[in-house]
């Protein structure tokens, strides 16, 4: 990768979706809540409830970060390229002649009949350069990221399932997913 210089004045920054965050925050609550509940009503009687304090502690600082992370995470976009800052705090930079197209497709949630946009920057060798998953963000910034670019874009009529992504793009399908792919082929 080579260094690029690219000119943020003219970028528009495009942030996740703010429901995303109390759909994190609730989900941790409904997870942790009974599980801490249950630890704190064996553990007090022993006289070990402290291990249970800090594991509580541990968790709660992990969660916090986590949605620090999530609240910091940007793309920045605009005809000379896009700038990329991810949950952990990567910032990727991109110019423009790097990227050789823009995909928009509506992927079928798993075991769901409901769909979800999603946006692939893929560079000249194929290589995805940026995903931008519909439930992060809105389809306002999935819409601004593919006209800012000033690539070609492909726009998928009919939705696909992720087998169905990975069967005609499967660099697009990161390793995590592929796993999950593998075991929906072998089913069918």
């Known amino acids: 990768m080579t260094n690029e210089i690219i000119e943020l004045a003219s970028m528009q920054v495009l942030r996740t979706e703010p429901s995303v965050f109390r759909s994190i925050g609730l989900g941790v609550l409904a997870l942790c809540a009974p599980i801490f509940a249950v630890l704190y ?35 920045r976009v605009g005809p000379t390229g896009f700038s990329a800052r991810g949950v952990l705090g990567h910032v990727r930079t991109v110019g423009a002649p790097t ?14 009949l409901d769909t979800r946009p999603q946006l692939f920057v893929v560079g000249h060798r194929g290589e995805l350069l940026l995903r931008m998953r519909g439930q992060f963000w809105t389809q306002e910034a999935l819409d601004i990221v593919a006209d800012e670019l000033g690539a070609p874009v492909v726009r998928v009529a009919e939705p696909l399932t992720l087998l169905d992504l990975n069967r005609w793009k499967p660099g697009l399908v990161p390793w995590f997913e592929r796993r999950h792919v593998a075991r929906q082929s072998a089913q069918s």
């Open 41 to 75: 009503w064996i553990m007090i009687p022993t006289g070990t409830w402290l291990w249970v304090v800090n594991a509580q502690i541990v968790t709660m600082l992990a969660c916090a970060a986590a949605l620090i992370g999530a609240h910091r995470a940007y793309v």
């Open 99 to 112: 990227v050789a197209s823009v995909i928009l497709v509506d992927l079928y949630r798993s075991d769901a």
